[in-house]
């Protein structure tokens, strides 16, 4: 099963990509975990990407391509993945279902994951992440047992660069230009599948399960 999760930042797309790649078997790739794993690690491509991300831009289209193909194309992704991030823009897509294509393959779902802006500023004000095992936590909507530490691994949690409230405005607005038009170029695919994504988390995820089957 191939699925991509649609969705403006802070939708929730990996929130819900990490349990239902539990729940299916497949693995969970994003795009901006490479980067950000790139970043950490001082790599060529994450100082390019960087610049990109801390002005919440997205990277160009020929660094993120063919690091994602490269990617899809690992044995463990041979029973399918699901894709978190990718595509953000209509060319990424149109990439993605070319190469889908030379093997008679396409995606399967879509699912865009519905959040108005207005509850996306609030959600990125709270999130904050385990920069050592990569759980995630909203202060509001998810809090950690002990203030600022990590349940699974007790290291001391961070918020990400580009979740400052500038920078969140610039990534909304550029998801608006960019990536929502891939809703409707996965609706005349015949695959887009939309869920209310202001539900608790447990109820996006059952509103997914539904679709999935
Ligand atoms: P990326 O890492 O993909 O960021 P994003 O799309 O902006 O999305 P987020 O990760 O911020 O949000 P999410 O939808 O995963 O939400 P989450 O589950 O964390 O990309 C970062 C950057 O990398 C981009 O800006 C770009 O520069 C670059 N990039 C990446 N891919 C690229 C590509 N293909 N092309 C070009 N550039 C690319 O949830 C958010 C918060 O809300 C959390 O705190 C969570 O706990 C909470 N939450 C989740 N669900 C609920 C719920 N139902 N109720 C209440 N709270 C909830
Ligand atoms: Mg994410």
Redesign the pocket.
């Given at each position: 099963m191939k699925i991509i999760?649609l969705?403006?930042?802070?939708?929730?797309?990996?929130?819900?990509?990490?349990v239902i790649s539990e729940k299916y078997g497949i693995p969970h790739i994003?795009?901006?975990?490479?980067?950000?794993a790139n970043i950490k690690n001082g790599t060529e491509l994450g100082k390019k990407?960087k610049a990109?991300?801390d002005?919440?831009?997205?990277?160009?289209?020929e660094?993120?391509v063919e690091l994602?193909l490269d990617r899809v194309g690992k044995s463990d992704c041979e029973g399918g993945y699901i894709l978190?991030?990718?595509?953000?823009?209509i060319p990424?897509a149109e990439v993605l279902t070319e190469a889908l294509a030379k093997t008679g393959d396409k995606v399967d779902f879509a699912i865009n994951?519905d959040?108005p802006d207005e509850?996306?500023v609030r959600?990125?004000k709270?999130?904050?992440?385990c920069p050592a095992c990569g759980a995630?936590?909203?202060?509001?909507?998810?809090p950690p047992k002990a203030e600022n530490t990590c349940d699974k691994c007790g290291a001391e949690l961070v918020m990400?660069d580009?979740?400052k409230p500038e920078t969140v405005a610039k990534?909304l607005e550029?998801?608006h230009e960019q990536?929502q038009p891939l809703i409707a170029y996965y609706e005349q695919q015949g695959v887009l599948r939309t869920v209310d994504?202001?539900?608790?988390?447990d109820?996006?995820f059952r509103a997914i399960q539904d679709i999935l089957g």
């Open positions: 999760m969705g403006a930042p802070g939708a929730g797309k990996g929130t819900q990509a990490k994003s795009t901006g975990d490479i980067f950000r990407a990109f991300m002005e919440g831009k997205l990277v160009p289209d660094l993120t994602l978190d991030g990718f595509p953000r823009t990424q994951v959040v509850h996306i959600r990125m709270g999130r904050r992440n995630s936590y909203n202060l509001e909507f998810n990400r580009d979740d990534r550029v998801y990536t994504g202001t539900l608790s988390m109820g996006v």
